[in-house]
């Protein structure tokens, strides 16, 4: 995976998902499969990660791309609107947010 870089070429996109412990497995079940099947393999995708709050009450996935155009191509896709509406059953909101890295500490 890189390393968070300033300056760095690539799109961050940052997705914030709120849930309940008693679908956050679930959640996380799905993220991992949209990721593992499809969204790792769309062009432009270069790394992302999965990460959980104690409570289970939170989800927030980190991706790396090429290019802005990449990200949304794939978020357009028939295949992503469908899991996206299946992974929207599961939390009560998600947003992606595309970041650019102002500063990064090693």
Request: net charge negative; charged share 25%.
């Amino acid at each position: 995976m890189p390393t968070i870089t300033k300056g760095a070429s690539y799109q961050t996109v940052i997705t914030t998902f709120e849930t309940t412990p008693g679908t956050c497995q679930d959640l996380l079940d799905a993220l991992t499969d949209a990721y593992a099947a499809f969204i790792s393999r769309q062009p432009g995708f270069i790394a992302a990660g999965l990460h959980v709050n104690d409570a289970q009450t939170r989800v927030a996935s980190y991706s790396q791309w090429e290019k802005r155009e990449d990200f949304q191509a794939m978020l357009r896709s028939d295949e992503m609107r469908r899991r996206n509406r299946a992974i929207n059953e599961l939390c009560k909101t998600f947003e992606p947010v595309m970041y650019d890295v102002t500063e990064s500490f090693n």
